[in-house]
C-alpha cells in the first residue's frame, strides 16, 4: 500500500513555470515503484503526461508536454516531481501523481495515484 499526496499546483500566467511535488508514504519502498503524472481538464479524458523508471534513469513524455516538461524523482525524500516551464493554457487540468511496480502509460492502470492538485494557466 501506498499513500500519494501532490501538492504545488496553482494559478500562474502564460508562459510561466510551476513545479509539482508527489510524496509518497506507505510500507512498500518508494524505489520500488515506477512513477507516472497525468493530467485531466474539464469535460476530458486523463491525459499521459510523464513518466519515470524506479531508479530514474529512463523518462518518458507526451509529445505535448516534451521539452517543456521534466519529471525527476528523490527516492532518499520519497518524492516524485514535475517541473512545468513554457506553461500554456491547454495545460490547464489537474495533475495527478500514479505509482506502480511497472512503468505505464495509462491511469487506470496504475496501482495506486493521488487526489490531484489543480493547475490553471491564463492567457
Known amino acids: 500500500q501506498v499513500q500519494l499526496a501532490e501538492s504545488g499546483g496553482g494559478l500562474v500566467q502564460a508562459g510561466g513555470s510551476l513545479r509539482l511535488s508527489c510524496a509518497a508514504s506507505g510500507r512498500r519502498t518508494f524505489s520500488s515503484y515506477a512513477m507516472g503524472w497525468f493530467r485531466q481538464a474539464p469535460g476530458k479524458d486523463s491525459e499521459f503526461v510523464a513518466a519515470?523508471?524506479?531508479?530514474?534513469?529512463?523518462?518518458y513524455y507526451s509529445d505535448s508536454v516534451k521539452g517543456r516538461f521534466t519529471i525527476s524523482r528523490d527516492n532518499a525524500k520519497n518524492t516524485v516531481y514535475l517541473q512545468m516551464n513554457s506553461l500554456k493554457p491547454e495545460d490547464t487540468a489537474v495533475y495527478y501523481c500514479?505509482?506502480?511496480?511497472?512503468?505505464?502509460?495509462?491511469?487506470?492502470?496504475?496501482?495506486?495515484w493521488g487526489q490531484g492538485t489543480q493547475v490553471t494557466v491564463s492567457s
Open positions: 519515470i523508471s524506479w531508479s530514474g534513469d529512463s523518462a
Open positions: 500514479a505509482a506502480d511496480p511497472n512503468l505505464l502509460y495509462r491511469m487506470e492502470e496504475y496501482d495506486y
